[in-house]
């Protein structure tokens, strides 16, 4: 099937309709710019949203791939400058960090970019906020919670983010949930979309890598089939609903007292 048929077929399972606006999270690699570049060739009402994480070369690269993207395509960009915002590069924030706390550089990152993407949505007034997740992040995610034996932790896997039902939370949304990481890169390379094809200097999540190693070893067929039975599996693992509150630090929606970012930064922002 085709990636336009398939990006179709998903958007209209999670219900998205063309009025509602969306803030598409772009990173400057293949998955954001294929999500932005379908979803304005399919008539969506799209800004985009970059967050320079300060990381050198790296980063420039990423911004003026993205810059172009945004030109190309005549859509507004929303920039959020990290060390402008927050005092410090993405990689000092994670030393920081790391200095007290054992954690791996995509997890403190992946947090601190969530709590960015929210609140900067909420501040846009957007529906939606659209992600460049596809089916390879999708299974390893779901394997990685498997090994570990959590796999509850998927429950917010999925097409859309469900489980949180709260006005300070804006939805997010994955239309490549159901495509492969080997379409999106031919498709991309087919197109001359600009895009930065070199991976985070700061990814080493071993775990995740020696994952998707494995899951590469396998067919598309497989993958799929691993989403399939994600899926079903979800619909019966069951997580204790807690309330949600508001952050007492930053006023974010929580289900703790004090949410994940602020209890990685410990600072009053
Ligand atoms: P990652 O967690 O780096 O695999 O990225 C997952 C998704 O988050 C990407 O497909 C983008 O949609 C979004 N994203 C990652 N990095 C950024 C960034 N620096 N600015 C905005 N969105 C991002
Ligand atoms: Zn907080």
Same mark, same amino acid.
């Given at each position: ?153 998927? %429950? ?5 983010? /469900? &489980? !949180?039902?709260? $006005?300070?939370?804006?939805?997010? *949304? =994955? ?73 007492? %630090? ?5 289900? /703790? &007292? !004090?949410?994940? $970012?602020?209890?990685?930064?410990? *600072? =009053?922002?």
């Amino acid at each position: 099937m085709k990636i336009e048929t398939k990006i179709k077929e998903t958007l209209k399972k999670i219900g998205v309709n063309k009025k509602e606006n969306i803030l598409v999270a772009l990173s400057g690699g293949k998955d954001s710019t294929i999500t932005c570049y379908f979803l304005k060739k399919l008539g969506y009402n799209i800004e985009g949203f970059h967050i320079d994480l300060g990381m050198g070369e790296y980063s420039e690269k990423c911004l003026n791939a993205i810059k172009k993207l945004c030109n190309d395509l005549n859509i507004k960009l929303n920039i959020y400058d990290i060390k402008k915002e927050m005092g410090s590069s993405m990689c000092y924030l994670r030393s920081a960090i790391q200095t007290q706390k054992s954690l791996k550089n995509c997890a403190i990152c992946g947090v601190i970019k969530k709590w960015i993407m929210n609140r900067e949505a909420r501040k846009l007034k957007v529906d939606k906020i659209a992600t460049g997740h596809n089916l390879d992040d999708e299974a390893q995610t779901f394997l990685i919670n498997i090994f570990k034996g959590s796999p509850e932790l998927s %429950i917010n896997a999925g097409v859309i983010s /469900k &489980n !949180i039902s709260d $006005k300070k939370f804006i939805p997010r *949304i =994955k239309p490549l949930f159901y495509i492969s990481e080997e379409n999106i890169r031919k498709y991309s390379k087919q197109k001359n979309l600009p895009v930065v094809y070199e991976s985070c200097p700061c990814a080493l999540d071993s775990y995740r890598i020696q994952v998707r190693k494995f899951l590469n070893t396998l067919t598309r067929k497989d993958k799929e089939n691993i989403i399939k039975n994600m899926e079903k599996i979800l619909k019966k693992v069951k997580r204790k609903m807690t309330d949600i509150s508001y952050c007492e %630090i930053c006023g974010e929606p929580t289900r /703790k &007292n !004090i949410c994940k $970012k602020c209890e990685l930064m410990d *600072i =009053k922002k």
